[in-house]
């Protein structure tokens, strides 16, 4: 057993050694990148053992708290600790969403008007790139030697879409899968579970398949810019957390599967839900303001 | 199901000993003495490099070390001050004393209590190792800007991860708190009876989360713009260098009070106990600090304003800057106004909280005067800048966290500390930390730059003056060492109160306390 509770119900665990294992694979995942990013070779291989690390730290930690939680040693307070832990990250998440789209913001709003001459910044533009024209999306840099032209950007309207369509969905039917299991109807929460897991599957296939064609016909890469940049720092960490919550979703699914929560006990379900819907909205904002406008 | 395990209390209610009871421990206690312990020894880690950057200003000229490694020097020196010294010194602090004031057992999430501080000696092994690789370590001011922090060598990356760990370390640590206050309170402990210091760092907490992240975002942009081709602080690719300012400043200002509310918090504690008398305007207080937080998140760039803004960016955040002085006004005047005819007595703590009280009100004033737009083109980047957060971090954080030792440690150890030497530590201290930031006021307006190794011999005797404050008031802090060591090993027997005056949850139990604070929930009243 791993942990005490006192007769009012106080819940407190006792030692883990899984913080320490996480300490030291995040170090060596990371450690192992900064020299891998430096041309050292033994940088992957550091990297690697990182990453197998941290998988046996999640699988480790994630697992004890499963095997407490369904040994019934969670109370309620236990349980609504676990809530407020996990708003307050998916709240820290928003704000580093925050960077990327201020950096947006920024770029579209003050250096690309100014390179283009506009304001009291026009400096720049008169003496360093006086034929650079301030248009949004931005396909010609300033410098092109440094960071390429692009030849077409990605409209809002057809894959994107698409896209937006299928994370909506995803999350109507993960709510669907939800009112499954607060009814106990365990086959409609499980079909659903899987329908929000092959939607949010499909959605980054089609991501996928945009980046291909992004980098391989419209020359819209990570070197074309600032729009490059934008583009592939909000989509591309977004599709890191649509990859992440799927994987959040298939652990679900199993659990499920398993017979695992109640309809009236099941924050990890919940938590995992919310992540989702965290991310459905994240791509909103960037359909908006990375496709439309 | 609580029978059970109930039946075992008596049995977990002893710490594990040896090694791994420090690295797999989810006591809130133990968490706290681990980040107070780090946060010391980060403070000497600092506090060497600022003796290097102190001699090697002793007199004009180079002396001891090369510009590059200087400009290490007062890289490094920043961010183990403010990320491994002052953070964890008041996470450290959090971790003792909330649960105890609130009237819980623990932490609301005590392993990840644990993760938050074991993920700290392993980031400062990435930042600290970067000192032995080709290029030698970063260089480019604590705050790397983009482009200089390019040029950075092989640390480069070593950087931004370590920064990275310490963000996810302190998000962990901020939503640890918010779950414990909000959800742990004891019956009857409603918000408007929190101890002021509790509801401080639950703001610092919230400032936590919002800032941190954000940082994180402009580390990470500075990564992909090195290693993986992207432009956001590029003006041939459409970005700007000045993006990064805005992003980092973003998260910067709010640091600020990260490092200062919680002082704030410890400072309520402390002068109403010595004062014998309640916190005069108790939920002004609380008001007031909110309104600081909410204000931090507006004033960033206060930190640019010679960067080339548009006028309209110079005035907003001049205003917004200047009117934080009201409600930090509002928290002086309260302590000034808690001691109003109280019967005082003038225990190492007090000494230290009044210490606080006057030394970051100095460090305020100059704080006004750089938000002055106008002003703040002359005073840019000069001594007199160096001065002001030295004012407000060491006699203002620091100061605080001191105070706090002071304050508590009969409470964590049993013992009492030697009142002699604490008052010694603390006059030694003052006198020479004066000698050592004041005459940068001096030196910065008579136009000393900040982060230059040599200097015109106009600011000879005034540097000679400041290092002889460093280095003595360096050697003072080996006195509070030996205070602590001292107290930790034995001598005269606390009680539970401890002090006189001190009232809230934390008295009621004995000292030391239990591992487990409350196992059974006390009724507030
Ligand atoms: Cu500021």
Redesign the interface.
Known sequence: ?S????????Y?????????V???A??TL??G??LA??GYGIGKGSMVIGVIFLLIMLFG?FGTVIRESET??Y?G?VD???R??MV??I??????????F??LY??RH???P??GGE???AA?HQF?WSSFENVWP?KS???QT??TQIKEVIGPWGIPALNTALLLSSGVTITIAHWGLQKNKRGQLNLFLFLTIALGVIFLFCQGYEYIHAYHELGL??????????F??LTGFHGLHVTLGAIMLTVILFRCLKGHFKPHHHFGFEGVAWYWHFVDVVWLGLFIFVYIL | MSHSHAAHDEHHDRAPSGLMRWVTTTNHKDIGTLYLSFSLLMFFVGGTMAMVIRAELFQPGLQFVDPQFFNSMTTIHALVMIFGAVMPGFVGLANWMVPMMIGAPDMALPRMNNWSFWLLPFAFILLLSTFFMPGGAPAGGWTMYAPLVMQTGDAFPFLIFAVHILGISSIMGAINIIATVFNMRAPGMTFMKLPLFVWTWIITAFLLIASMPVLAGAVTMLLTDRFFGTSFFSAAGGGDPVMYQHIFWFFGHPEVYIMILPAFGVVSAIVPTFARKPLFGYSSMVYATASIAFLSFIVWAHHMFTVGMPLAGELFFMYTTVLIAVPTGVKIFNWVATMWKGSMTFETPMLFALGFIVMFTIGGFSGLMLGVTPADFQYHDTYFVVAHFHYVLVTGAVYSIMAAVYFWLPKWTGHMYDEKLGKLHFWLSTIFVNVLFFPQHFLGLAGMPRRIPDYNVQFADWNMVSSIGGFMFGLSQLLFVYIVIRCVRGGQKATAQVWEGAHGLEWTLPSPPPYHSFTTPPVVK
Request: hydrophobic share 50%.
């Open positions: 057993m942990g005490s509770q006192s007769a009012s119900g106080y407190v665990p006792h030692g883990s050694h899984w913080p320490i996480g300490s030291i995040l170090f990371l450690g990148f900064a990013l430096n930690w019934g040693m109370n307070q609504v600790s676990f407020w832990g307050w990250f709240f820290s998440e928003v704000m580093f969403f925050a960077a990327f201020g950096a920024y770029a003050f250096s690309v100014w390179l304001g009291a910044k720049t360093l931005l840099t300033p410098n440094l960071f890469t990570l070197h074309s810019g600032i729009y490059g940049s934008t592939f720092m």
